[in-house]
């Protein structure tokens, strides 16, 4: 919906640049507008190919300029290219392409110096234009990358802390522990584990824990219980904390007993690694339970 109200717009935008420019050689024609539009038409896919449309925007630009069609600013039919290839990171390209439009009346000076007040009435609004839009762009990309850091920090924060004690954290509420009289936890190990895992990569053994864990998060989530935290290939879940749940011990026992089931599933699926190793036979008999 963004990307279709901004390809509206700039059809907008160009059409009544084109129509109120000078003339420079002819009056508009239906190719002229065509033209236009079709740099605003790129605007729809500019987030998934934004160096693509950066550089189709500038060269049917170029193009249009070539057919001695009525002058416009470049920034405004390279607006939403240009900042979209920059809050991408393609500073380079986007750079290159505002100094090659912003530039290309002092080649004209260059090859006639007599045109100098000519040519800084032309360059110097382009140039102001093509500077506000890099600098929209990399107003967009700061924001962004914000985005992403928060996101980042608060899904770290996330994986050490419930979600009701981290908001109070963020908060900064002076206290941030509370008092639960009665909760069931359940610890989770997997036994000769370490022995087993030394006879394949390590990252393959990050995967095989990772897919483990995934799905015991799941289960912990099915029956309202609170993951508190892993350590190796150990995992720790508990029952009545942080929100209280009355049926907690019954919980957190049948999720011992699917884990049981979880752990003899993910044993049937072993599979031959290239090197002719095997991922470790997880069998359910080295999972232990406990309540506290």
């Known amino acids: 919906m963004v990307d279709a109200c901004l390809a509206v717009g700039l059809t907008v935008a160009i059409t009544v640049a084109i129509s109120v420019a000078p003339e420079q050689g002819r009056p508009p024609d239906a190719l002229t507008y065509a033209m236009g539009w079709a740099i605003a038409a790129l605007a729809l896919v500019r987030r998934r190919w934004p160096l693509a449309v950066l550089l189709a925007s500038a060269v049917t630009l170029q193009v249009y300029n070539q057919f001695d069609n009525p002058g416009i600013f470049a920034a405004v039919p ?14 380079g390209w986007s750079l290159l392409v505002a100094a090659w439009f912003g530039g290309i009346p002092l080649v004209y000076w260059a090859t006639d110096p007599a045109r100098l007040s000519g040519v800084l009435n032309d360059s110097v609004p382009n140039v102001a234009l093509l500077a506000a839009v890099l600098l929209l762009g990399e107003a967009v990309r700061s924001r962004r990358a914000l985005a992403l850091e928060q996101e980042r920090s608060e899904r770290l924060l996330l994986n050490v802390l419930p979600a009701t004690v981290a908001a109070r954290l963020k908060q900064r509420q002076d206290v941030i522990a509370d008092g639960f009289p009665d909760v069931t936890v359940l610890f989770a190990d997997l036994v000769d584990f370490t022995r087993r895992s030394e006879r394949i990569a390590p990252e393959q053994v990050v995967q095989v824990l990772n897919d483990l864990f995934s799905a015991f998060d799941q289960l912990a989530e099915r029956q309202g219980l609170e993951k508190i935290k892993t350590v190796g290939d150990a995992y720790m879940v508990a029952g009545g904390l942080p929100d209280p749940l009355p049926d907690h011990a019954r919980a957190v026992a049948e999720m011992a007993l699917a884990i049981r089931d979880e752990v003899a599933r993910h044993a049937d699926r072993v599979v031959r690694l290239r090197s002719g190793s095997l991922v470790p036979d997880l069998s359910p008999d080295p999972v232990r339970r406990g309540r506290a």
């Open 78 to 91: 390279l607006s939403v290219a240009l900042a979209t290839a920059w809050a991408a990171g393609h500073r």
